[in-house]
């Protein structure tokens, strides 16, 4: 079955960065879309990037546009999210997801999520 584990969440002080991984298996992923998303306390879950993992093409959301940065690791099978100039505000908990239906940010879209991994950026 297909798992994705996310990884590298933390604590970090505002301007600090972050680097999260994703490590998906169970299946190939050609023609897949992977995308980050994230759900902080009482708010919907929101997009926030994706990959083409076919061709490494990426996508952001306004709020995270050169901040943030998305890759895909083909042989490790692997999604990254580069975080940069961290605010508060995207204090979060961050899930990985994959989806074959193309580029979405909705995120009825996709079809494997993670579990999440934690995201706190605080003074």
């Known amino acids: 079955q297909v798992q994705l584990v996310e990884s590298g969440g933390g604590l970090v002080q505002p301007g600090g960065s972050l680097r999260l991984s994703c490590v998906a298996s169970?299946?190939?992923?050609?023609?897949?879309?992977m995308a980050w998303f994230r759900q902080a306390p009482g708010k919907e879950r929101e997009y926030v990037a994706a990959?083409?993992?076919?061709?490494?093409?990426?996508y952001y959301a306004d709020s995270v546009k050169g901040r943030f940065t998305i890759s895909r690791d083909n042989a490790k099978n692997t999604v990254s999210l580069q975080m940069n100039s961290l605010k508060p505000e995207d204090t979060a908990v961050y899930h990985c997801?994959?989806?074959?239906?193309?580029?979405?940010?909705?995120?009825?879209?996709?079809?494997?999520w993670g579990q999440g991994t934690q995201v706190t950026v605080s003074s």
């Open positions: 997801a994959a989806s074959y239906r193309g580029t979405s940010t909705s995120r009825y879209d996709y079809a494997y």
């Open positions: 169970g299946r190939t992923f050609d023609g897949y879309v």
């Open positions: 990959v083409n993992w076919s061709d490494g093409i990426a």
